[in-house]
């Protein structure tokens, strides 16, 4: 075989692949198990895509052999309109990532600086990574975006702060005054991306709404997605609310088509689907108290959370803790990856999945205690 390393930016060989949950029928295959398998590792919506969104897929089949609307054209109009922003302020992408993608291409040159919390989405450090520029990254022992550290962190140098709220993994979250203060800090010296995934979930009563910045003219992006609340991840679709200026130049850096026509169809439909969304935040809402109650008689630490997943403290080593669990058909998303070696991420589900959860966690502990 050729070698083509030096054809590659050798930047790019420091670029480490994201590591996603893993895939039901992967562990099915590795640890040969028959029954069901419970996946709690992707902050997934268990009841799946709205009924309105499964309808609009299936009236769309029919026209799968032209390309997609690439303007986003209808998808747009409708978040205009929920949003009460100008439609050429909205970028649609493949998923939320797209435009953190585009957003990194734009903004990060070899040398600028990125800050994001520690941890945070791992996507955030591997955008610095592909853009040759600096990571800043600032831990927090409460595992949350420490917004007074951002603002000390800002320098010349620094294009972009993201933001993930409420924090994924951890489920924290920072408040309307705290996002505030960062933004007059910040005073534009810096780009700053409110990255909201799980907006739709939040109950705590003093969190801010990014979207709101945008029309005061900060410079703020609010990133949201149809991944969580409507149940929309496989079909990749997601969108950022942004200054038009900029939006200008994130959609001409875009491929072609990304948003596909069944993911455009699907999004509209299930915006409209008020009843799926109030099932999914209650089932949310409700799988949270559940979790503590029950993390409280285990006497386990863990974060409350604003999302839809809870940052938990197994008290034992993450690593061994995933394989543990997958062996009882579970999947849970390991800390060590966002490097915190004893905690772990796991996505609520339907009451029967957080039951089957329990139950696997409870013998694992177990195990610890023996084995002591």
Not at 256 to 265: C, D, E, P, R
Not at 306 to 328: E, M, P, R, T
Request: glycine residues 8%; charged residues 25%; proline residues 5%.
């Amino acid at each position: 075989m050729a070698d083509v390393s030096g054809f590659i930016r050798p930047h790019l060989f420091k670029v480490q692949p994201y590591v996603p949950g893993k895939p039901i029928a992967e562990v099915r295959r590795e640890f040969g198990l028959r029954g069901e398998i419970v996946k709690l590792a992707s902050n997934e919506n268990p009841l799946g895509p709205s009924p309105l969104a499964r309808e609009a897929i299936m009236a769309e089949l029919e026209n799968l052999w032209l390309y997609p609307e690439d303007s986003v054209f209808y998808l747009k109009k409708a978040l205009s309109e929920r949003h009460g922003v100008p439609a050429n302020w909205i970028v649609v992408g493949n998923g939320a990532v797209e435009v953190i993608y585009l957003l990194a291409q734009a903004c990060l040159a070899p040398g600028d600086e990125a800050i994001m919390g520690q941890p945070s989405f791992m996507i955030y450090e591997i955008m610095s990574q592909m853009h040759d520029s600096t990571k800043i990254g600032v831990g927090h022992p409460a595992y949350r975006n420490d917004l007074e550290a951002f603002a000390e962190n800002v320098s010349d140098r620094t294009k972009i702060i993201w933001i993930d709220n409420p924090n994924n993994p951890t489920g924290t979250y920072n408040s309307k005054d705290e996002v505030e203060r960062l933004i007059d800090e910040v005073d534009g010296r810096a780009l700053i991306v409110l990255d909201e995934a799980y907006f739709e979930f939040v109950d705590a009563p003093d969190f801010p709404d990014g979207i709101e910045y945008v029309k005061q003219g900060k410079a703020v992006v609010a990133l949201r997605t149809f991944s969580k609340i409507v149940g929309l991840a496989g079909i990749r679709c997601g969108y950022g609310v942004m200054h038009p200026d900029l939006a200008k130049i994130i959609e001409s850096l875009k491929i072609k088509f990304s948003v596909n026509t069944l993911a455009q169809a699907a999004a509209i439909a299930a915006l409209k689907d008020k009843e799926h969304i109030r099932r999914s935040r209650e089932l949310v809402l409700g799988g949270r108290e559940f979790f503590y109650r029950n993390l409280n008689e285990m006497g386990l630490k863990y974060n409350r959370t604003q999302g839809n997943y809870v940052w938990i403290n197994l008290g034992h080593d993450s690593k061994a803790a995933h394989q543990a669990f997958l062996q009882h058909g579970v999947i849970i998303r390991p800390g060590w990856i966002f490097g915190a070696p004893n905690w772990a991420r796991v996505t609520i589900g339907t009451e029967e999945d957080n039951r089957r959860f329990f139950d696997a966690l409870k013998l694992i502990v177990k195990g610890y205690v023996k084995s002591c």
